[in-house]
T-cell receptor, first 113, second 114 residues
Framework: GENVEQHPSTLSVQEGDSAVIKCTYS??????FPWYKQELGKGPQLIID?????GEKKDQRIAVTLNKTAKHFSLHITETQPEDSAVYFC????????????FGQGTRLTINP | KAGVTQTPRYLIKTRGQQVTLSCSPI?????VSWYQQTPGQGLQFLFE???????NKGNFPGRFSGRQFSNSRSEMNVSTLELGDSALYLC?????????????FGSGTQLSVL
């Protein structure tokens, strides 16, 4: 079955700097890759997603890139702010059939003021 | 539009008991999925329901079960609770539950087994 590896497990950056979180997946049949942000006491919140027919997608300060050949995808957050501090999860799923997300282990991002 | 609602927010049970968790999906969403979140294993898929039918199941023992009602609301049940069942149980909904749909999560039910 699918396996998703996420790195790093913790990341600390200065406010205003960029943060990058990387994930690799094992099943070449996976072609949908969402990213979630989870704040303390809350459920995961979808922040951006990408399908395998697209190499990059941007939404304001957040971008995701996908390298299907290498089976890895990354989350880029620019101009980080204190409210970006949270745990971020990547996930992978196949577009066909019933939905089943396989998640990475998560990255705890801390933005230092 | 209201989000995914899970009740109760917290539960404390003892080993051997059973528990039922409830989930109301976003209005209009017909697919409901359940995930277990623990510090050690992370987020793991339990099962997915659409039109009252379980379409997909994760690698969990038969003590974990669920159902979906005609109004798309869902419940999951865990019987004969074990200490290792302590976790945050998350419900998520999407329109039809197809693989590339956006999946929206509730805040979860925190289950503690003593």
């Amino acid at each position: 079955g699918e396996n998703v590896e996420q790195h790093p497990s913790t990341l600390s950056v200065q406010e205003g700097d960029s943060a990058v979180i990387k994930c690799t997946y094992s099943d070449s049949a996976s072609n949908y890759f969402p990213w979630y942000k989870q704040e303390l006491g809350k459920g995961p919140q979808l922040i951006i997603d990408i399908r395998s027919n697209v190499g990059e997608k941007k939404d304001q300060r957040i971008a995701v890139t996908l390298n299907k050949t290498a089976k890895h995808f990354s989350l880029h957050i620019t101009e980080t702010q204190p409210e970006d501090s949270a745990v971020y999860f990547c996930a992978a799923s196949m577009t066909k059939g019933a939905q089943k997300l396989v998640f990475g282990q998560g990255t705890r991002l801390t933005i230092n003021p | 539009k209201a989000g995914v609602t899970q009740t109760p927010r917290y539960l404390i049970k003892t080993r051997g008991q059973q528990v039922t968790l409830s989930c109301s999906p976003i209005s209009g969403h017909r697919s409901v999925s359940w995930y277990q979140q623990t510090p050690g294993q992370g987020l793991q898929f339990l099962f997915e329901y659409f039109s009252e039918t379980q379409r997909n199941k994760g690698n969990f023992p038969g003590r974990f079960s669920g159902r979906q009602f005609s109004n798309s609301r869902s419940e999951m049940n865990v019987s004969t609770l074990e200490l290792g069942d302590s976790a945050l149980y998350l419900c998520a909904s999407s329109l039809t539950g197809q693989g590339a749909e956006k999946l929206f999560f509730g805040s979860g039910t925190q289950l503690s087994v003593l």
